[in-house]
């Protein structure tokens, strides 16, 4: 870590919400285009707490007019600390701080690539420091959304999640794979779970040889990659945007293990239904 994020973590009232949300177990630091994501580094699987800290004019999504998905989220509760100040004992409290952008429902148009959604059209509804709303209900309120700092502070909120992935990866489809490709595959899974969706840009040289692989043997890896742990780098949305690439040069293969997958039950239903949905229109 490096510049002011380390500032605001070394900063005494930070420090103590660190202890009191993570404890004194290992945790990660992700950086995200507008953000900063603390978590764990071994999380319960039902449940999670995480620490964002907003950059100043920062957000959650990749973008500000971007809203990310949550199909991991049974339910999600942000709670507003307020802005982090290196010379205060406790957060500084501003009104209307926070942007809440969402949609309340699941089914709305995503980019070509990514299981990202537009934010226009989105409701929208201001924040202020000190209080605790729901983010993501069962009723898809929330499942796609973004929280933007409107303000020029470094603002924390802690994230309470209860997960809903209760699938595992079936690493046998990666083992089955052959030689050459079970190294490609291992190689490429090790650094979306390192780097999530940074390896487009950092790992470029992992990810390109996972599209020269035989489909028949890649593509069901991949689609059980989509069970792959998510801790807050956009990991699964990584798989999915890998697997309609290959996808688009092999529709009618990847439809029928797609759908295949969706009548078993292997993975998200989300990610499967938007996958089959995008499959669909290469077809045609």
């Not at 004992?89 to 537009?118: L, M, R, T, W």
């Not at 780097?195 to 470029?204: A, H, L, N, Y």
């Not at 697997?243 to 688009?248: G, V």
């Amino acid at each position: 870590m490096r510049g002011l994020i380390s500032e605001i973590l070394s900063a005494p009232v930070v420090h103590g919400t660190v202890n009191n949300v993570l404890g004194s177990e290992p945790y990660d630091v992700v950086e995200r285009p507008g953000s900063y994501v603390l978590s764990l580094k071994k999380e319960p699987s039902d449940h999670c707490k995480r620490i964002i800290v907003l950059k100043p004019k920062g957000f959650t999504s990749n973008s500000l007019d971007e809203l990310s998905s949550h199909p991991e989220a049974g339910e999600a509760t942000i709670e507003i600390k307020g802005a982090a100040r290196q010379a205060n004992k406790g957060y500084f409290p501003i009104k209307n701080c926070v942007e809440f952008v969402y949609h309340d429902k699941d089914g709305v148009d995503i980019q070509p690539y990514y299981p990202y959604a537009s934010a226009g059209g989105a409701l929208r509804e201001l924040k202020t420091s000190r209080t605790r709303f729901k983010v993501v209900k069962r009723n898809y309120y929330g499942f796609y959304h973004n929280l933007i700092n409107l303000t020029d502070e470094w603002l924390v909120l802690v994230l309470n999640k209860k997960l809903n992935l209760t699938k595992q990866v079936d690493y046998s489809l990666i083992e089955s794979a052959g030689k050459r490709q079970k190294a490609t595959l291992y190689s490429f899974a090790g650094a979306v779970k390192k780097k999530g969706d940074d390896i487009f840009k950092s790992e470029r040289a992992v990810v390109e040889p996972v599209y020269s692989l035989d489909p028949h043997a890649s593509l069901p890896a991949l689609i059980t990659l989509l069970n792959i742990e998510e801790k807050g780098k956009h990991e699964q949305c990584t798989v999915f945007a890998v697997i309609l690439r290959i996808a688009k040069k092999h529709p009618a293969l990847a439809l029928n293990l797609l759908e295949k997958a969706k009548e078993d039950e292997v993975a998200q239903p989300y990610y499967l239904r938007e996958l089959i949905k995008k499959v669909k229109g290469y077809s045609k």
